[in-house]
């Protein structure tokens, strides 16, 4: 059986007019980065010595950029970790039979995903104090990301389960296997592959986002970054600001670019896991799915 057709192979001129955008679109890219290039040339921004105090112990600065980012993966770890499995449950309980259980998480999801995260984090860390709570910043910033990105993450995963064919539950359900069974044991391995990418790319978003803990002093990598500019204008001026904020922002870039990477194989791996092995399948059997008994019962 052949693949549909879905598009024609472009012609010579289309083939032609294609390498043409390449070719301006490449030019326009490297003139622009020989642009700025010149730019902090002429103002003295790519000489040798204002990058060295990037790699200095002396001079405390990779200290402070490598606490502060220890910093960000113990919030953003913590918050990825507490916004995954929440956010689960979440979808979970707004797709139940139940109206008691259905209408106050879907209130929980919406109310949260309305609300902006830079609020939530001024709330948690200045409100809780005053109701006798006392917050620290790390645990503000935690909370913030938590409650914010489970919101995210239960649409994600509502979206990925809705996303199967509803005849392999009628099938489950067929053999007696009660709705947890069916959410757990078909639904879910199958809808975490789907909605992975667009997890991973939420999750990329929420390392980004730890950065707002700036805000309430909390020392994470842009707070360190800021820190050391303060400290270096009182004697240099702005001489190490830019190569400062710029290796923040590679650290950024590489830390997103790891977690990417990570994506792209375990997606990998659960494709080669999923593979049918050869030879026919043989037919299950209730008690192979551990149904124990009849029912579809309801979460």
Do not use: C
Request: hydrophobic share 55%.
């Amino acid at each position: 059986m052949t693949a549909p057709i879905l598009y024609d192979n472009p012609g010579p001129k289309a083939r032609r007019r294609i390498l043409i955008g390449t070719v301006v679109g490449i030019a326009l890219i490297v003139g622009l980065i020989g642009y700025v290039l010149v730019k902090l040339n002429g103002n003295g921004q790519l000489e040798g010595q204002r990058w060295a105090i990037l790699f200095d112990p002396r001079a405390a600065v990779p200290q402070a950029l490598w606490r502060g980012l220890l910093a960000t993966l113990q919030v953003a770890a913590l918050g990825m970790a507490l916004a995954t499995v929440l956010g689960a449950l979440l979808a979970i309980g707004r797709l139940s039979d139940h109206r008691w259980v259905r209408i106050p998480v879907a209130t929980i999801i919406e109310f949260f995903r309305a609300v902006p995260l830079l609020v939530i984090i001024f709330a948690v860390f200045f409100v809780g104090p005053s109701l006798g709570l006392p917050v620290s910043a790390f645990a503000a910033v935690v909370i913030g990301l938590t409650v914010y990105n489970m919101a995210v993450i239960a649409e994600i995963v509502r979206a990925g389960i809705l996303s199967i064919d509803q005849g392999q539950s009628e099938a489950a359900y067929g053999i007696g296997m009660r709705k947890w069974q069916v959410m757990t044991l078909i639904l879910l391995p199958q809808a975490i592959r789907r909605m992975l990418p667009v997890l991973i790319a939420q999750l990329v978003v929420l390392l980004k986002d730890s950065s707002l803990g700036f805000i309430i002093g909390y020392f994470e990598l842009l707070r360190s970054a800021r820190s050391l500019v303060e400290f270096f204008r009182v004697s240099f001026g702005d001489q190490y600001s830019f190569q400062i904020y710029v290796a923040a922002a590679l650290i950024y870039i590489i830390v997103n670019v790891i977690l990417s990477t990570f994506a792209r194989w375990l997606d990998k791996r659960l494709a080669r896991s999923k593979k049918s092995p050869e030879g026919p399948a043989l037919p299950l059997t209730a008690e192979q799915f551990g149904a124990g008994g009849g029912g579809t019962g309801a979460v």
